[in-house]
């Protein structure tokens, strides 16, 4: 039975707005949640942060010149000595530098049948590895997580698709993953890919990708991501899927304050009056 965290979730508006709107904390915010919640469900907290990590991996790993993110959750000293603490992180995270760098076992059968390098589509390391990590992610036994990162990849792989078309690219290699769904993708010839009726975010996404406005057009993908988190929890009211979607939307706003201080501002506040309004007692409670 899920556990529920009926004070968490209610107090959710005051924990966040104790925070300056200028001064945000993810890490702070994070922590805090750490403290009051059962470490396995922490575990799934941490589960949405692994893309900091994957960033962190891929600019060790690819030797880019870019400042550590503080907000992974493996700190920037493992990276020192990597390979001695290879075992420290996500097994998609060993696998990938194992075959990356040639040094995983050749003499394995099983290993050589699952190469990431043998698809008949030739990929980039980088879509390979978050091939991996769509493939680790989605053994989670949380239905948030799961829904949350299957629409995460349509979603990305949707984007790929739309701007592959207007810039007249080659969309196969830059898909991440492989199947029906990909497949239509590369080969549909129609406005919406045929996929109209399967994907229901599909036409307010195309609307979205029309704004010329760069700035309001990552905004607008921004909140469509807010709401789809909203529509995986609509009947969750105080278990961890709850405190998912939330931590969610923190990182939109945690984005947001970096990118435009005034959207930032903005996107602050709505998550503070969503929190409001959405953690009031349901009426089911009231019965």
């Known amino acids: 039975m899920a556990r529920e965290y009926y004070y968490l979730i209610a107090g ?29 469900d922490f575990k799934l907290v941490e589960k949405l942060f692994l893309e900091y990590d994957n960033e962190n991996f891929q600019n060790f790993l690819f030797e880019r010149k870019s400042e550590f993110n503080l907000l992974g959750n493996y700190p920037e000293e493992l990276y020192k000595e990597f390979a001695e603490n290879l075992s420290e992180f996500p097994e998609y995270i060993q696998e990938f530098y194992l075959s990356f760098t040639g040094k995983n076992d050749e003499s394995d059968e099983e290993d050589q049948e699952n190469d990431y390098y043998s698809d008949q589509v030739e990929k980039i390391p980088e879509v390979k590895f978050q091939e991996m990590f769509y493939q680790y992610i989605q053994k989670s036994n949380n239905r948030f997580l799961n829904k949350w990162y299957n629409f995460l990849q349509v979603f990305n792989n949707l984007l790929v698709a739309i701007s592959s078309r207007k810039n007249s690219a080659e969309m196969a290699p830059q898909m991440v993953g492989e199947g029906e769904l990909i497949e239509t993708f590369t080969r549909s010839q129609a406005a919406d890919f ?80 969503d929190l409001r309004e959405t953690y009031e007692m349901p009426k089911e409670f009231d019965k």
């Open 12 to 40: 959710l508006p005051d924990l966040f707005i104790d925070q300056e709107r200028k001064d945000f904390n993810l890490v702070k915010l994070k922590d805090e949640i750490k403290e009051s919640i059962h470490p396995d």
């Open 194 to 273: 045929g996929l109209k009726r399967e994907i229901d975010f599909l036409e307010p996404l195309l609307q979205i990708t029309e704004q010329t406005d760069i700035i309001e057009r990552e905004r607008r993908i921004d909140m469509l991501k807010w709401d789809m988190a909203d529509e995986f929890t609509t009947f969750d009211y105080f278990n961890i899927n709850k405190i998912l979607a939330f931590m969610v939307k923190a990182k939109i706003v945690n984005r947001w304050a970096k990118l435009d201080s005034t959207i930032g501002a903005q996107m602050f506040e709505k998550l503070v009056t």
